[in-house]
């Protein structure tokens, strides 16, 4: 799990969660208890392509109390509209500049002025199940 602070002092949590033999799931939570489960109707779910490690981490950049994702495919928002002391928004990317802005291959691209890349360790912050 990482802790996300944005300008506006909210915190927003990345997680990973890993189900055995399966791929991991990366999720944005408003929870900050290490191992909660993802949450369907307050979470955001990270598309595939974004497991949190090296090759796949997730890049942010923050707008107040806005945490923009910008990934190449769309967040799977929550079920419910919530209260969330922080917003998430979503930000198109191609997979080719994604891949470039990851490094993957020698093509690494140096990140936008304001974008971060987060990796989520694999060793104890994963979340087993």
Same mark, same amino acid.
């Given at each position: 799990?990482? #802790?996300?602070?944005?300008?506006?002092?909210?915190t927003?949590?990345?997680?990973?969660?890993?189900?055995?033999? @399966?791929? #991991?799931?990366v999720?944005?939570?408003? +929870?900050?208890?290490?191992?909660? &489960?993802? +949450?369907? &109707?307050h +979470?955001? @779910?990270?598309?595939?392509?974004?497991?949190?490690g090296?090759?796949s981490?997730?890049?942010?950049s923050?707008?107040?109390?806005?945490?923009v994702?910008?990934? &190449? *495919?769309?967040?799977?928002? &929550?079920t419910?509209?919530?209260? *969330?002391?922080?917003?998430?928004?979503?930000?198109?990317?191609?997979?080719?500049?994604?891949?470039?802005?990851?490094?993957?291959? *020698?093509?690494g691209v140096?990140?936008? @002025?304001?974008?971060?890349?987060?990796?989520?360790p694999?060793?104890h912050?994963?979340? #087993?199940?």
């Amino acid at each position: 799990m990482i #802790a996300l602070r944005l300008p506006s002092g909210a915190t927003a949590y990345l997680r990973r969660q890993a189900y055995s033999g @399966k791929p #991991a799931e990366v999720y944005i939570s408003h +929870d900050g208890d290490f191992c909660a &489960p993802y +949450d369907s &109707p307050h +979470d955001y @779910k990270l598309p595939q392509v974004i497991q949190g490690g090296v090759d796949s981490p997730v890049l942010v950049s923050f707008e107040q109390n806005t945490l923009v994702v910008h990934a &190449p *495919n769309q967040l799977q928002q &929550p079920t419910q509209a919530g209260t *969330n002391s922080v917003g998430v928004a979503f930000q198109q990317l191609t997979l080719d500049a994604y891949r470039a802005y990851v490094g993957v291959g *020698n093509s690494g691209v140096a990140l936008p @002025k304001g974008w971060i890349r987060v990796e989520i360790p694999f060793e104890h912050n994963t979340c #087993a199940l």
